[in-house]
C-alpha cells in the first residue's frame, strides 16, 4: 500500500527562517513593557505554549519566579526602544545556568528568527557556489572545439551583444540638461570669492624696458659708468645689469662710438 495515495504523508515542518509574525493591532502600543505578552500570542508559531511563562502567565505571577524554575523559558535579551526588541528562549537547568536554544528580534513589530551559525555558513557558501558555477557557465560557452586548430575561444556572439547594446544606448534621447539656478551660481561666486582672499593672485613683476632708453641719455649713461668705474663692488654689480640687457638694444648703435657695449668701454 502506498501511504502517499492515502494521504499518509508526514507534513514537512516547515523552516522557521522563512517565515515572521506580525499583530498590526499590537504595533503602535508596542514598547518594552509589554512585549512579552505581544511575543506571547496564542498566533505567534514561534511561541511555545508548554514553556514556563505560560506557567507563570496563568498563575499571575511575576517573571522574576522564571529563575527559580527549571524548563523552556523566554526572556527579553535587548531592547533599543522603539523598534528593536531581542528576546532569547533558553534551557534554565538553575537559577545560574541556562543553555540558549534560538534568538528572535522584532523590528517594526514584526517577529523573525536569527539564523544560527551553521545557517549563515551554508547561506553564504551555497550563494558563493551558485556565482562560480554561473561564471564556469558561461566561460565554457565561449570555448570552441577544431580539429585541426583544437581548443579556441569565441567571443563573437558576446561583442554582437555589445554591440547591440551600444545601438540601443545612442537611439535613447539624450538627458538633458538642467541650467543651474541663481541660488547655485551665487554660492559658487562666494566660495570663489572666498578662495581669492584666502590665496591672492600675485602681483606681475614691473621691469624697465632698456629698448625705451633716448640716445640722449647716452652721455649721462657714460658718466655713471666713469663715476662707478673706480669702485670694485658697484662695479660689478653694473656689470652684471649691463650683461642682462637684449642684444637688439645693443646692435642698433654699433656705427657711433658712444652705443660700443659697456664691457668694450670698460676695457679702454
Partial sequence: MNP?????????????????????????????????????????????????????????QSLE??????????????????????????????????????????????????????SVFNSRILSTVHHLQTAFDEASSYSRYHPSKGYSWDFSSNKAIAEKTKTQTKKEAPVKEEPSSIFQRQRVDMLLGDLLRKFPLPLPQVTNNPAG??????????????????????????????????ADSIGGGRGSSTDMPPEKKMKL
Fill in 65 to 118: 519566579l522564571l529563575n527559580n524554575m527549571t524548563g523552556v523559558e523566554y526572556i527579553p535579551l535587548h531592547v533599543q526602544d522603539p523598534i528593536l526588541y531581542v528576546i532569547r528562549k533558553q534551557h534554565r537547568h538553575s537559577p545560574t545556568e541556562a543553555t540558549p536554544m534560538a534568538d528572535y528580534y522584532i523590528i517594526a513589530g514584526t517577529v523573525y528568527q536569527a539564523p544560527d551559525l551553521a
Fill in 4 to 60: 502517499g495515495r492515502l494521504g499518509l504523508t508526514p507534513l514537512v515542518q516547515e523552516n522557521p527562517l522563512w517565515i515572521s509574525w506580525h499583530d498590526s493591532n499590537w504595533i503602535p502600543v508596542l514598547n518594552p513593557g509589554n512585549v512579552m505578552d505581544y511575543f506571547s500570542e496564542k498566533s505567534n508559531p514561534f511561541y511555545d505554549r508548554t514553556c514556563n511563562n505560560e506557567i507563570v502567565r496563568m498563575q499571575r
Fill in 213 to 246: 632708453v633716448n640716445s640722449s641719455d647716452g652721455n649721462s649713461a657714460n658718466n655713471n659708468i666713469g663715476s662707478v668705474a673706480g669702485d670694485t663692488d658697484h662695479a660689478g654689480s653694473d656689470h652684471a645689469m649691463i650683461k642682462q640687457e637684449p
